[in-house]
């Protein structure tokens, strides 16, 4: 079975350029959620969606930050600007929805803004 | 909103003893109690959870308990070995938010053989 996908698994790029990270979920989770990574602040939750639908932004760090779901197999988030403050992993991670508990993370994109 | 505290944010053990990680939550709501395993640049994973209907759950050498009067609850490691090095998160969740978790700092686990 597949798990959570997510590319590019390396990004560098220099401070100022557009950054898109791409995540598909597990085949029939209907709840992803973006997560930052850092040694500073830990595991943070940046937003989640459940059936495309956001429900939860309030961890996106400012308007640099945006995340969308068209359809069920496919989430982006995007930073435009990229800052070097912004250099992380960024986690998806993806759940059954109502009928389950457990969280499946993908790889993680590791980003790094010079 | 949920607030998970983690302690120790370190710990390491010989191998064969035990290791126990404490996390604390401060919103008596919540009702479903997480662990992840997170090895050194791979993605966090779940290696036990509980509920809050059940004071305690085993899996092989891995326990957890959960006081909910205290609002804490730990993961008990015994017989370490050495593959048992990793960080390990805490999360906890309230009912009706679509399964948000609120995830503990980690603790930075160290088996030395």
């Known amino acids: 079975d597949a798990g959570v996908i997510q590319s590019p698994r390396h990004e560098v790029t220099e401070m100022g350029q557009e950054v898109t990270l791409r995540c598909k979920p597990i085949?029939?989770?209907?709840?992803l959620f973006w997560y930052r990574q850092t040694m500073m602040r830990g595991l943070e939750l940046l937003i989640y969606?459940?059936?495309?639908?956001?429900?939860?932004d309030s961890g996106m760090p400012e308007d640099r930050f945006s995340a969308k779901m068209p359809n069920a197999s496919f989430s982006t988030l995007k930073i435009q600007p990229s800052e070097p403050r912004d250099s992380a992993v960024y986690f998806c991670?993806?759940?059954?929805?109502?009928?389950?508990?457990?969280?499946?993370f993908g790889p993680g994109t590791r980003l790094t803004v010079l | 909103g949920e607030n998970v505290e983690q302690h120790p944010s370190t710990l390491s053990v010989q191998e064969g003893d035990s290791a126990v990680i404490k996390c604390t939550y401060s919103d008596s709501a919540s009702n479903y109690f997480p662990w992840y395993k997170q090895e050194l640049g791979k993605r966090p994973q779940l290696i036990i959870d509980?509920?809050?209907?059940?004071g305690e759950k085993k899996d092989q050498r891995i326990a957890v308990t959960l006081n909910k009067t205290a609002k804490h609850f730990s993961l008990h490691i015994t017989e370490t070995q050495p593959e048992d090095s990793a960080v390990y998160f805490c999360a906890a969740r309230r009912p009706n938010q679509g399964g948000k978790l609120i995830f503990g700092q980690g603790t930075e686990l160290s088996v030395k053989p």
């Open positions: 991670a993806s759940r059954l929805g109502l009928a389950g508990d457990t969280q499946y």
């Open positions: 509980i509920r809050s209907n059940v």
């Open positions: 085949s029939g989770h209907n709840s």
């Open positions: 969606f459940n059936n495309n639908v956001p429900i939860d």
